[in-house]
Structure formats: structure tokens, C-alpha cells
């Protein structure tokens, strides 16, 4: 039932968003970084509000995404170098980083790339098969890196205070780590969630045929 499209499921999505937000921005740690952090989830509200009568997205999709925004709120409340959860195993595993920024990148290829295949089936751009999935990928690891160029960005138009919102926390490898991690998260979503993809597709699609 957590799929079934409603307009119980439509508010309650809303209500989650709104909570969390407000939570979020709540005595955040950094409020540059929180900024920054949050900006993503309240620009992708603006679109998914816009759309919704237009072109409404599978609710395995908005599921996906209100979890992602969720991600980056909570980045943004804590910084992603200092979330208590990742703090606390990163000390458990003996790690020299708080890895919550990975699950940050990992998001970012994994919720992208349904929302790019949705896009690209929808519009008739690609059938399945292969190059759909070369696409996408593509799509995916086009947009991780121009994130990582908005971070350099940053970094240059504001000096120290953007060191939160990169969250490096002195590791060199970090912008190829966090494209890697991107580009595994979208194969993870191809690989686990295409054929539930395709079964809302198919219910989406049909429905709105139907009305045209």
C-alpha cells in the first residue's frame, strides 16, 4: 500500500517534507551549510508542485525523493561530517571519517536515475533495453559531477566557509569517492528497482492515455 497512489498519500508526503524541513532548520549546526543543503529539497518542491497536475510522477518516485530530501535535511541540520548516527559508527568501525556523506552521494545516483528513466521511457527519448540504461547512467554521472563543480564553486566564492557544505574532511579522494558512489547508487536502483518501476509505468501510462 505504501505505493498506492491518494490524496491521503499526497498530504501525508507534504506533511513528512514540511516536518522535517521545519525540524531541520531548527538551530541548525552551520546555517550557511544548512542553506546550501536545503536548497535542493525546496527547489525539487517547487518543480514537483508545478508538475503535478502536467505530469505527475510514478509514487514509487515521489517516495524516493521525499526520502532524499530527508538526506539533505538532515546533512543540512547536522552537516554531513558531524551526523551523531555516522559519528557513532565511525567510531565503532575505527573509520577516520563520518561517512554520512556517502549515503548523501549514493542517493544521488540512486533516486536521479528512476527519475531519469521515467522521463526518458514517458517522453518515447529511448525504449528499454541497454541504451536506456546507458542513458541513464549517463544522466546520472553527468549530474553528480556538475554537483561537485557546484561545490567548487562555492568553495571559491565563499573560502572557509563553505568547509561544512564540502565535508571532505581531509580526504583527497573525496569528489571521485562521491562520484563513484553516485554511479553505484544509480546501478543499484536499475538493477533492484526497474520492474516495480515499470509496473507503475505501465498503470501511469495507461491512465493517461486514457484521458487524453
Known sequence: MLFIGGADIK???VF???????????NPKDQFTWVLEVAPAL??????????STFRLTSLLYFLILVHCVILMVGGHYTYADVPLFNTLMEYFGSERNNYDKVGHFAQGFV???????ILLRKGVVEKGVWLNLFVISICLAFSAFYELIEWWVAIGTGENSEAFLGTQGYIWDTQSDMAVALLGAICSLVLLAKAHDKQLTRIMGSTAGSD
Open 112 to 118: 536521479p536515475a528512476l527519475l531519469a528513466r521515467e
Open 16 to 26: 513528512v517534507f514540511f516536518v522535517v524541513l521545519i525540524w531541520s532548520g531548527i
Open 43 to 52: 527547489v525539487g518542491i517547487i518543480f514537483l508542485f508545478l508538475t503535478y
Open 11 to 13: 498530504y501525508l508526503w
